[in-house]
């Protein structure tokens, strides 16, 4: 299965308030009054009065986004970050290969980042999204990391997590789904690594 994701994540109520009178802002919620706000161009086109850039090579370490995050777009982000972190983050995923990005704002500047990843075969913990999650405040608990800990894997896709947001879900909701996942991964992780698609965003 494929995995693509372009969001903001940050606390709900700095999301919700930076962007109550967006037309096209959707929050979905995560755990730990965190949320995800899908980045599309439309949103980029009623940020910033432009059509948004996208890169047509391929991420990289020198250009680790595959949406150009142009000064409009950076400089409200940052702006942004004055009520608390936010992040900027970027992964995807078919067949077994991908690359994960990330950057975080604080205080109205960038405070780490931007981080990106093509192979994923560090610590977890080091992994771009985890870190930035790290940065935002994300609390450890039962789950494998950051990403699932917050329920970044129960939409695979922005259009999933649209949905998700206008339903008006809680990552709470998908706690079955959830719990069939991360059994999943155990059983992957007992097993010998082999040839294929991978059952989550990223991991071996």
Same mark, same amino acid.
């Given at each position: 299965?494929?995995?693509?994701?372009?969001?903001?994540?940050?606390?709900?109520?700095?999301?919700?308030?930076?962007?109550?009178?967006?037309?096209?802002? &959707?929050?979905?919620?995560?755990?730990?009054?965190?949320?995800?706000?899908?980045?599309?161009?439309?949103? &980029?086109? #009623?940020?910033?009065?432009?059509?948004?850039?996208?890169?047509?090579?391929?991420?990289?370490?020198?250009?680790?986004?595959?949406?150009?995050?142009?000064?409009?777009?950076?400089?409200?982000?940052?702006?942004?970050?004055?009520?608390?972190? &936010?992040?900027?983050? #970027?992964?995807?995923?078919?067949?077994?290969?991908?690359?994960?990005?990330?950057? &975080?704002?604080?205080?109205?500047?960038?405070?780490?980042?931007?981080?990106?990843?093509?192979?994923?075969?560090?610590?977890?913990?080091?992994?771009?999204?985890?870190?930035?999650?790290?940065?935002?405040?994300?609390?450890?608990?039962?789950?494998?990391?950051?990403?699932?800990?917050?329920?970044?894997?129960?939409?695979?896709?922005?259009?999933?997590?649209?949905?998700?947001?206008?339903?008006?879900?809680?990552?709470?909701?998908?706690?079955?789904?959830?719990?069939?996942?991360?059994?999943?991964?155990? #059983?992957?992780?007992?097993?010998?690594?082999?040839?294929?698609?991978?059952?989550?965003?990223?991991?071996?």
């Amino acid at each position: 299965m494929s995995y693509q994701l372009s969001a903001v994540v940050a606390d709900v109520e700095l999301l919700r308030e930076q962007t109550a009178n967006l037309d096209h802002a &959707v929050l979905a919620a995560l755990r730990q009054d965190f949320a995800l706000l899908p980045v599309t161009p439309q949103l &980029v086109t #009623e940020l910033t009065g432009e059509l948004p850039d996208f890169c047509t090579d391929e991420p990289s370490a020198a250009q680790p986004f595959q949406l150009v995050l142009s000064s409009l777009v950076s400089e409200m982000l940052a702006g942004w970050s004055r009520q608390g972190p &936010v992040a900027y983050l #970027e992964a995807e995923f078919a067949g077994g290969l991908g690359h994960q990005s990330a950057v &975080v704002w604080l205080g109205g500047a960038i405070s780490w980042g931007p981080c990106f990843d093509g192979t994923l075969d560090g610590p977890r913990a080091q992994w771009p999204i985890n870190a930035a999650l790290a940065r935002l405040g994300a609390e450890p608990g039962p789950w494998i990391d950051p990403f699932a800990e917050l329920g970044l894997h129960l939409e695979r896709a922005t259009a999933g997590w649209l949905a998700h947001g206008r339903r008006g879900l809680s990552a709470d909701y998908w706690d079955d789904l959830a719990e069939e996942w991360e059994l999943r991964q155990s #059983e992957q992780h007992q097993q010998p690594p082999r040839p294929g698609p991978v059952g989550d965003w990223g991991s071996a």
